[in-house]
Every structure is written in structure tokens, then in C-alpha cells.
């Protein structure tokens, strides 16, 4: 079970540490380009698009990390579990402090402010995801050597 539960939160981390790489390179530097009298609606495709796509990921990830602190694999120390439940509480607090907020604005007009900020802040929910990947893959090691 515990193997279980590592393997998907592997992929699920993993997934989501790569998928916030394109969006942070490649995806929201296209932003500007779309034009301001469409991007109200662009931006509302985007958060409907990418919430379906997202959410059961960040869900897994999130039940995963929770039963990891409780279920590990044997060689996976309790302080990594740990470790990886903070990080992923503070990517999920960047994103309804900082993510949701600047994006519902984005939805009504493009703003110059708010998608510097995007850019800027999303830096911090791409570092913590890759810590995470390094993390999950450091624990497959662990358990699986």
C-alpha cells in the first residue's frame, strides 16, 4: 500500500512540476499577445481549461502527501514526508492568495499590474514544485534501493 501511495505521488508531483514549468516559460509569457479586447474571455477559457485539468492532479497529489505522513514506504523517513506536505501547503496557499486573485482579475480586463505579478509570484509555485519533484524522486530512491 505504501509503495502505492509513493508511486502516485510521484507521478502526480512530477506532472505538476512539469506542467508549471510550460505555464511559467511559455504559456503566460504568451499572454500579452492575445490582445486586450479578448483576453477577458482567453482568460475565462483559461481558468475553466486548466481547473478540469489541475484539480484531480492537485487532489491526488495533496491525498497522497497526506497519507504519506501516515503510510511510507520502508526507508522514507517521517521528516520527508513532512517536508513534502509543507511544501505543497504553501503551494496551495500561493495559489488562492496570490494565483486566484490576480487571474479573477485578469478575467474582467488584461492588466499590466496584475500580469506582471502573475508572472513574477508564479516563479515562487514553479520553485516549490520542482523542490517537490526532487523530493518524491529522492524518496523513490530511498524506498526502492
Not at 487532489?59 to 497519507?67: G, M, P, Q
Not at 486566484?100 to 520553485?127: C, E, G, M, Q
Request: hydrophobic content about 60%; some cysteine.
Amino acid at each position: 500500500m505504501a509503495d502505492l501511495i509513493l508511486l502516485v505521488q510521484v507521478a502526480t508531483t512530477l506532472f505538476m512540476a512539469g506542467l508549471i514549468w510550460f505555464v511559467q516559460v511559455v504559456h503566460y509569457p504568451l499572454f500579452v499577445h492575445v490582445g486586450r479586447q479578448r483576453f477577458p474571455r482567453y482568460e475565462t477559457s483559461h481558468q475553466v481549461r486548466t481547473t478540469v485539468l489541475v484539480v484531480p492532479m492537485m487532489l491526488a497529489e495533496a491525498a497522497t502527501a497526506l497519507a504519506l505522513l501516515f503510510w511510507r514506504p520502508t526507508g522514507v523517513p517521517l521528516t520527508a514526508a513532512v517536508t513534502g506536505f509543507v511544501l505543497l501547503a504553501l503551494i496551495w496557499g500561493c495559489t488562492h492568495l496570490w494565483q486566484v486573485p490576480i487571474h479573477t482579475r485578469l478575467s474582467k480586463a488584461f492588466d499590466v499590474a496584475a500580469y506582471r505579478r502573475l508572472l513574477k509570484s508564479n516563479w515562487v509555485r514553479t520553485i516549490l514544485w520542482t523542490l517537490r519533484g526532487l523530493l518524491v524522486l529522492w524518496m523513490v530512491c530511498v524506498a526502492w534501493a
